[in-house]
């Protein structure tokens, strides 16, 4: 088969190439960026302990679409303050 020919080339082409980059770098993996930029939405929510955000520039009701600077906790979701059920 044609293809398995190309993919083992191709998988052998990325061992050999990432084998440097490896020693070079240590151990941190491609892992750590996605992490990064995970946190970066998490740190000002704080899910566990914060029951809303807030955005200085608004953003966007995750239930009617409504701009608001504050936005509550609900079902995972952030929605306006009309949304929130209390
Ligand atoms: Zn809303």
Same mark, same amino acid.
């Given at each position: 088969?044609?293809?398995?020919?190309?993919?083992?080339?191709?998988?052998?082409?990325?061992?050999?190439?990432?084998?440097?980059?490896?020693?070079? *770098? %240590?151990?941190?993996?491609?892992?750590?960026? %996605?992490?990064?930029?995970?946190?970066?939405?998490?740190?000002?929510?704080?899910?566990? *302990?914060?029951?809303?955000?807030?955005?200085?520039?608004?953003?966007? /009701?995750?239930?009617? %679409?409504?701009?608001?600077?504050?936005?509550?906790?609900?079902? %995972?979701?952030?929605? /306006?303050?009309? /949304?929130?059920?209390?």
């Amino acid at each position: 088969m044609a293809e398995d020919v190309s993919l083992d080339e191709f998988l052998h082409d990325d061992e050999s190439a990432e084998a440097p980059a490896e020693d070079s *770098t %240590g151990s941190e993996p491609t892992s750590d960026d %996605g992490t990064a930029t995970d946190r970066g939405e998490s740190d000002d929510i704080e899910p566990a *302990t914060t029951t809303y955000a807030w955005s200085g520039d608004g953003a966007a /009701c995750a239930a009617c %679409g409504t701009v608001v600077e504050r936005r509550w906790q609900q079902d %995972g979701s952030l929605v /306006c303050s009309a /949304c929130k059920e209390w």
